[in-house]
């Protein structure tokens, strides 16, 4: 017989909030008892074409639900993602032309599968209904939800407050984030907790449309990206892309604090509550070193998304670069004519993005040519194979011809 509450102990593991936490164990004890599976929605605006492992926070729990019953309908905002969701934004987002929403859609489809079950997915697009919708039908939706609710909204609030405007098509989103819930008849609809407004107004609108349900709703908290501080984003840098190569993904997640690590996993790594708190605990009491838990966050994580093979791979490249101080296996070449000025180098290798980074890189230190530390940025390079570091992690082999 399952244990119940074990499951929901492990639902509620890293959850931010739970609305309706009893609809949850009652359809989960249904699937058991009676076989009914239920179905558990999350949405995603594909407004850049790869996930972080951010976004898997949620993923992941959905993953754990198909195990107990879910059918997962991962919603692709074709149709919103073309507004732009204002959760948590100062001023209007810009809009996305179709084409590039529909590219990133595309690259959605394929990442997800590396966490949650095809067979218990559903891939869903609300362009489908919210054209059908048509006009009448949004006039209809607007009719559903009071301006003097809609501006409590604490983004919204704050944008009134310093005078930045908000765009009417702003009002829209959480309505069909909405009505969503309402197409799709979910039971369950899971995000962010920046998300708290829009994923309410699904249940407050499954109401007014007589679905004959109200979705229970789970809120999952902003993973920290790799500084520590900020939520990962791309925007800021402090992400690891789902696509993101098996070294990097390793090195990076090595590169968190030890702190941050117990954070990462509780919410991303598969380890049940009962392995984590021993792990941690003999990390507390000195049996097991802090690095080497991290390591093993480091490959789970890698692993996941690359295989056994390649989570192997660059652990090896790891310990190879960082422990012996040794050169990558596998380098990208560049070409240049001689002489080559090193400035211009560490641009053409891709390892500073402009000259100005790569004169401060230089005078921070942080550059090296065949392992040796220099310091004068107007170094000439003359005909031959150089590899040229930057920091610990950037390398690339030069050929000056």
């Not at 829209?172 to 407004?197: N, R, W």
């Not at 925007?235 to 789902?242: A, D, F, K, P």
């Not at 994580?301 to 190879?320: C, L, P, Q, S, W």
Request: with cysteine.
């Amino acid at each position: 017989m399952v244990d119940l509450m074990q499951i929901m102990q492990e639902i509620k593991r890293g959850v931010a909030e739970i609305i309706d936490e009893e609809r949850i164990l009652n359809l989960i004890k249904n699937f058991y008892e009676n076989g009914e599976k239920f179905y558990v929605k999350a949405g995603f605006d594909p407004t850049a074409p790869d996930l972080h492992l951010g976004h898997t926070v949620v993923l992941g729990k959905m993953a754990l639900l198909q195990k107990h019953g879910a059918i997962v309908q991962f919603l692709i905002g074709d149709f919103t993602g073309q507004i732009g969701d204002p959760s948590g934004k100062s001023v209007t987002r810009k809009k996305l032309d179709r084409q590039t929403v529909l590219k990133n859609a595309k690259t959605y489809e394929e990442q997800v599968f590396k966490i949650l079950d095809p067979n218990k997915t559903q891939i869903m697009f609300n362009s489908k209904w919210t054209n059908e919708l048509g006009a009448s039908g949004i006039v209809e939706l607007t009719s559903t939800f009071p301006v003097a609710r809609m501006l409590e909204r604490d983004d919204f609030e704050k944008r009134i407050k310093a005078g930045n405007p908000i765009s009417i098509s702003e009002f829209l989103y959480p309505l069909i984030q909405g009505y969503d819930s309402v197409a799709m008849k979910c039971d369950i609809e899971m995000g962010g907790t920046d998300q708290k407004f829009n994923l309410l107004m699904g249940r407050t609108l499954q109401r007014i449309y007589n679905v004959g349900k109200e979705q229970a709703v789970i809120m999952m908290p902003l993973l920290e990206g790799l500084d520590g501080v900020n939520k990962m984003s791309k925007s800021l840098g402090n992400y690891i892309g789902v696509t993101d190569s098996a070294n990097d993904m390793f090195a990076k997640t090595l590169s968190v604090s030890d702190e941050l690590m117990w954070r990462w996993y509780e919410l991303l790594s598969t380890k049940n509550l009962e392995e984590i708190n021993r792990l941690k605990h003999a990390v507390q009491s000195g049996e097991y070193h802090p690095k080497k838990a991290k390591e093993d966050l480091a490959y789970e994580i890698t692993a996941r998304y690359h295989g056994n093979d390649a989570a192997n791979v660059a652990r090896d490249e790891f310990n190879k670069i960082h422990v012996q101080n040794q050169i990558p296996t596998e380098l990208e070449t560049f070409d240049m004519s001689a002489p080559a000025w090193i400035v211009e180098a560490l641009t053409r290798c891709k390892l500073s993005p402009t000259n100005s980074q790569a004169r401060r890189d230089i005078t921070a230190n942080a550059v090296s040519v065949n392992q040796k530390k220099i310091d004068d940025e107007q170094l000439k390079l003359e005909a031959g194979e150089y590899v040229l570091q930057v920091g610990k992690r950037k390398f690339a082999k030069l050929k000056v011809v």
